[in-house]
């Protein structure tokens, strides 16, 4: 099914429910939960996903997997969703937090495949080979480290917000432990406490992260600077130690080019 309404179809008697669906350039779907869990691909684009516990970044041609219940919300940047709304019972090995990972060629046929059923697609037929091979295919997916926590202590989950939306190379702990009115000690104690890991390093990560979205349309080149990096090397040296593959992977633009 495509550009359908979940709520329509939830009641359906099928433990998966496939749904395609296109978004207009820059959407964002506010905070909402669903019952069932989800599987969510992105055939195009990049996906913000955000909950109270963290934020997770899905380049194009990964999915994320969303927990039963979980309260999110998602900014979209040109894309177009392949998506599976799956009962909680049906599987018991979904993980607990929302979880990045890649999708191979085999899975995302298998998609672009099942958003075309009906919604009481036979079970015994084509459809439901095809929706228990899904499954199987997800479960196999091993996690990809595209997300950062964010605190539960409210002040500190204000400024991890605030720094996703504008990255600033030039804050260190010291300004945000002023924010705070604590220590610099006290405050990377507190935060490392709450996110696992130093100020410093999720700044590190978030500024990667930002890289994501903005590669759609500008080069590496351009992307480094905007984030304060000395170079494109230095930004491909860290994108590629924290994620495993060079920004160049997730830029449709040129190393050295920009927007004319």
């Known amino acids: 099914m495509k550009n359908v309404s979940l709520a329509d179809y939830d009641h359906v008697d099928r433990a998966v429910l496939p749904i395609g669906t296109d978004y207009p350039p820059g959407q964002l779907l506010d905070w909402h939960e669903h019952r ?18 963290g934020t997770w970044t899905v380049p194009p041609e990964r999915a994320v997997l969303i927990p039963a219940t979980t309260r999110h919300r998602v900014r979209m940047d040109g894309v177009s969703t392949r998506s599976l709304y799956v009962e909680p019972d049906a599987v018991p090995w979904w993980p607990a937090t929302c979880t990045v990972v890649d999708v191979p060629p085999l899975l995302r046929e298998l998609l672009v495949a099942a958003v075309e059923f009906e919604a009481d697609y036979s079970l015994s037929g084509r459809a439901g080979c095809v929706v228990a091979l899904l499954l199987h295919e997800i479960a196999a997916r091993a996690p990809l480290p595209f997300h950062v926590a964010i605190p539960a202590a409210p002040d500190l989950a204000v400024i991890c917000r605030a720094y996703l939306a504008a990255p600033d190379a030039g804050i260190t702990n010291a300004d945000w432990a002023a924010r705070t009115a604590m220590s610099e000690r006290a405050f990377t104690r507190r935060f490392r406490a709450q996110t696992g890991e130093s100020p410093a390093a999720w700044r590190t990560r978030a500024r990667l992260l930002a890289a994501v979205p903005l ?46």
């Open 215 to 260: 590669l759609r349309t500008a080069s590496v080149t351009e992307v480094s600077g905007r984030l304060g990096y000395a170079s494109p090397a230095a930004l491909t040296a860290a994108f590629t130690r924290a994620f495993g593959l060079p920004p160049s992977r997730f830029s449709t633009t040129p190393l050295g080019a920009g927007p004319s």
């Open 36 to 53: 069932r869990a989800q599987f969510l691909y992105g055939v195009t684009g990049v996906m913000i996903v955000d909950t109270p516990e």
